[in-house]
């Protein structure tokens, strides 16, 4: 039986692409647990916000947080709901070209 596609959401492939432009640390885990981990290293290297930790549980699993001003946050959730982080939000406005201003039909008076 041959397997279908899995549908890529829209929303969810912006907001890859979005926290692809955050800055990104790689750590180990070690006996804590990931969140844990991810945790105690914003803590001791003062790490602000917007940032993605890549937290290497074991050699095959890798788990992603995404550390904002309202806390840490999974990745996965971020990306699906990029729309609802300030900082990300700024990020957004800067990737997007502004729009061109649309001209009014009244003439703007300048005081001499």
Known sequence: M????KRKSRRR???????????QYSIESGE???????????????????AVLLVRRNEHTTDRYFWAEKGLFGAQYVEENHFLFPSL????????????????STPSINQV
């Not at 041959?2 to 596609?5: E, H, K, L, M, Y």
């Not at 990931?34 to 917007?50: D, E, L, M, S």
């Not at 939000?89 to 009014?104: G, H, R």
Request: charged share 35%.
């Open 2 to 5: 041959a397997r279908r596609r």
């Open 13 to 23: 492939q912006e907001g890859r692409r979005i926290l692809e432009q955050v800055a």
């Open 32 to 50: 804590d647990k990931p969140v844990t981990a991810a945790r105690k290293f914003i803590h001791a290297q003062g790490i602000v916000p917007p």
């Open 89 to 104: 939000k700024v990020l957004m406005e800067l990737k997007t070209p502004d729009k061109k201003p649309v001209l009014s």
